[in-house]
């Protein structure tokens, strides 16, 4: 494949002398597609993307209203940001049928772009005009302590961390990467990611050190950062919608509950809906990627049709011995 043909953050075409110079003193490999990844603060980013995070703690100026969506990649992203969206449109004035509404135009990714992918990949001062009326929606797949080390240490905005089984993540990984890369998803293409998975040298990973750094930090503050989980969001998906509009500090008003706003965000927002619609099945991200690639099955547990006892099991052991004694529980 013409690497012209990837996701720009997964290429290494657009990085500064500066930062050449910084990747030759990082731990550094090719990845199991044959992109170099390398690991910066003790996360593996593809060189592109890295630049986009340099930019990104160089440039970013907090503001105080922000809203910051995090997580690991494949972990309910889009959902999230669906849902942030309709939360907070719900102060506009829009037509009555609602045809006016952003998620009818604008895949959830276009609305609320991803710092180091999106915002800051060519440079450390980009225009933020869009993003003129607070607050402004951002999201990142960096770890907690690559955006709080500089650009937020003083801010009081807000970031909503949404976490995921992350069997489940794995497989969706799987899928969606094959989906970019254009290849079949094979089981030795699993077997491959898993590999990278489990040894931490994925993009992103080690997922451990993702999940617990926000973790962290939804216990230190948890005005600060609100930890969700996919699986309660499926679960019971009434309470963790009104638990995020409360965090967001736009809670739900008895009224609205009883005359059905809370589910018509809902529907909106469920993945048959934003699949069905026209910018979802057609478009394409500013990254270049189709937005179909967004949607798939969205189910809890979907792993077990994939992975081995085997596999599970090492995954199980790893988080295990990972996240013992923090009090979270997969
Ligand atoms: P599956 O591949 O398991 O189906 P992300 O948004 O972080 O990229 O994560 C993608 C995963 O979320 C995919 O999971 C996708 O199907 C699922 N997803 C996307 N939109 C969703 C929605 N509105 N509700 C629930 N799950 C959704």
């Known amino acids: 494949m013409d690497p012209k043909e990837l996701p720009s953050n997964v290429r290494d075409d657009e990085i500064s002398e500066e ?16 992109n ?40 309910g992203t889009t959902w999230l940001k669906a849902l942030t969206v309709a939360l907070l449109e719900r102060s506009k004035k829009h037509s009555s049928d609602d045809a ?13 772009p991803f710092l180091e992918i999106d915002v800051y990949s060519e440079s450390s001062s ?6 003129s009326a607070p607050p402004r929606l951002f999201s990142t797949h960096m770890p907690l302590h690559t955006i709080h080390r500089e650009a937020l240490k003083h801010s009081p905005c807000k970031i909503v961390y949404v976490c995921r089984n992350v069997k489940d993540t794995l497989i969706s990984c799987w899928f969606y990467s094959s989906a970019i890369y254009k290849i079949e998803p094979t089981r030795s293409v699993l077997e491959s990611r898993f590999e990278e998975f489990c040894n931490g040298t994925n993009y992103f990973g080690p997922f451990w050190e993702h999940i617990l750094s926000y973790w962290r930090g939804s216990l230190e503050d948890p005005n600060y ?4 989980r996919y699986e309660e969001m499926k679960a019971e998906p009434r309470d963790q919608i009104k638990r995020l509009a409360v965090f967001l500090g736009c809670p739900f008003t008895k009224q609205e509950e009883d005359s059905g706003s809370l589910d018509k965000i809902l529907d909106l927002c469920s993945l048959r809906n934003l699949r069905s619609l026209e910018v979802n099945k057609t478009g394409q991200s ?3 990627v189709e937005h179909s690639f967004f949607f798939r099955k969205g189910e809890v547990g979907d792993s077990k049709n994939y992975l081995t006892p ?7 052991m790893i988080i295990q011995e990972k996240l013992q004694g923090c009090g979270l529980k997969f």
Not at 104 to 109: I, S
Not at 126 to 131: D, G, M, R
Request: hydrophobic share 35%.
């Open 126 to 131: 980009p225009n933020l005009a869009k993003f």
């Open 225 to 228: 950062v609100l930890f969700m």
């Open 286 to 288: 500013i990254n270049n």
């Open 19 to 34: 930062t050449k110079k910084l990747i030759s003193s990082l731990p550094s490999r090719i990845d199991y597609q044959g």
């Open 100 to 112: 006016d509404h952003p998620l009818l135009y604008d895949n959830p990714h276009g609305i609320i």
């Open 310 to 316: 085997e596999m599970e099991n090492k995954i199980d």
């Open 36 to 75: 170099k990844i390398c690991k910066y603060q003790g996360c593996w980013y593809f060189y592109n993307t890295l630049q986009g995070v340099l930019n990104f703690q160089r440039g970013f100026q907090p503001q105080d209203t922000d809203i910051i969506l995090a997580s690991y990649p494949k972990s």
